[in-house]
């Protein structure tokens, strides 16, 4: 079993910038890789970001490619997204997944999920 727990989330105007954290716990965070899901109001959630579990594989959706970077500690347990020059289609609800394998981008692959962070662009 993973807990997993996401902060950072909040309001910021387009152009801005805010910094995701997923603070994990229950088991070996190395032995995961982890993932960003994202679901709007209306939407499907959809794949932003994942890294592999020793961090030197990353993978991103095209829409966020050049903007966003995930890295992870595995000394600490925790998987950030790093998210700039944000726009208001950015706005969501934002997931940190655990997938005990090795990086997906498909949703229904991963084991677990935080409670979610709502982040908020403003235009």
């Known amino acids: 079993q993973v807990q997993l727990v996401e902060s950072g989330g909040g309001l910021v105007q387009t152009g801005g910038s805010l910094r995701l954290s997923c603070a994990a716990s229950?088991?070996?965070?190395?032995?995961?890789?982890m993932g960003w899901f994202r679901q709007a109001p209306g939407k499907e959630r959809e794949f932003v970001a994942a890294i592999s579990s020793s961090g030197l594989t990353t993978g991103y959706a095209d829409s966020v490619k050049g903007r966003f970077t995930i890295s992870r500690d595995n000394a600490k347990n925790t998987v950030s997204l790093q998210m700039n020059s944000l726009k208001p289609e950015d706005t969501a609800v934002y997931y940190c997944?655990?997938?005990?394998?090795?990086?997906?981008?498909?949703?229904?692959?991963?084991?677990?999920w935080g409670q979610g962070t709502q982040v908020t662009v403003s235009s």
């Open positions: 229950g088991s070996t965070f190395s032995n995961y890789a």
């Open positions: 997944a655990a997938v005990r394998r090795r990086l997906t981008v498909v949703r229904k692959e991963y084991d677990y």
